[in-house]
């Protein structure tokens, strides 16, 4: 790999340090994890694409990526709350692009309740999605990145990772948890030319927050506007949702050999929201 990654107009150039590396990136059919598939493409990488929705929609998605940037796209079905799903997808990878180089563990789902109705399938479904799928498929594609000495592993954690709010004790839960598993698996692969870091996005305005919104009116007892201006907004003292570009951007970077030195960490991009 270029040991650096500024060009001689002296502007940074990530595609020429990136492009042909194979990405898998789960829950990308929608909001950040098709951001990350089109920041990587873009970069010139192969990505696997996963997660659920219209099948036409997914398929527009995946030839518009490969035909924009030039990249191999292919797509998984797999189901990140099933773990055979998440060893065949990775299988798939491999078999599509001849390795894994990296994977960004995205798929994640929500659900907004007090603790003492919080339903007990939702916590189940939140544990597996969240945070037992980002275990499966990193010992899913760990060895062949040992083998190669080269490797990202990119989980997309959440300010959640790092603070608590009410009536989130499942997706809290699973987000502290995603920090644990990134600290542990950078230790036992950091001399392996592998690197884990978990990104911590405050408010991102995807579907998985469009969502909430109506949930957190009624949890709170506040109108929809309220909960975007006193409760989501609030938190970030930016007052401006995180995009989608600004954490592929980061993702990018984390891939890139300037990146090689930052592992273990929980990187936060959430508009000073955990500084307060
Ligand atoms: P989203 O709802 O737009 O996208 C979620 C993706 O996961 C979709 O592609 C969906 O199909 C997929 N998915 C859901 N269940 C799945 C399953 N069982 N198997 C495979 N795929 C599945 O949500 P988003 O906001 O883009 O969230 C993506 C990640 O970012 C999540 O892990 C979320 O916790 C995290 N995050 C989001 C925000 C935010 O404000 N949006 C903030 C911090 C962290």
Redesign the pocket.
Known sequence: MKASVIDKAGTRDERRELAGKCAIV??????????IARGLAEVGMNVML????DTADIETTRRELSSAFGVAATYS??????PDEIEAMAEAARAAFGSVDVLV??????HVEAIETFPPAKWD?II???LS?AFHATRAVVPEMKAREWGRIVN?????ALVASPFKSA?VAA?HGVLGLTKTVALETAEHGITVNAI??????????R?QIPETAKARGITEEQVIRDVLLHAQPTRA??T?EQ?AALTVFLCTGAGASITGAALPI?GGWTAQ
Not at 77 to 82: R, V, W
Not at 105 to 110: D, E, H, L
Not at 156 to 160: G, K, L, Q, T, V
């Open positions: 789960t829950g990308s059919t929608s909001g950040i994890g098709l951001g996963n997660g659920f929705g079905a797999a189901d990140m709350s099933k563990n995205n798929a994640g789902i929500q479904a597996a999605i969240n799928s997309i954690a959440s300010a959640h997706y987000k911590c996005p405050g408010y991102v305005l995807t579907p998985l927050v969502k949702f995180v989608t954490i959430e």
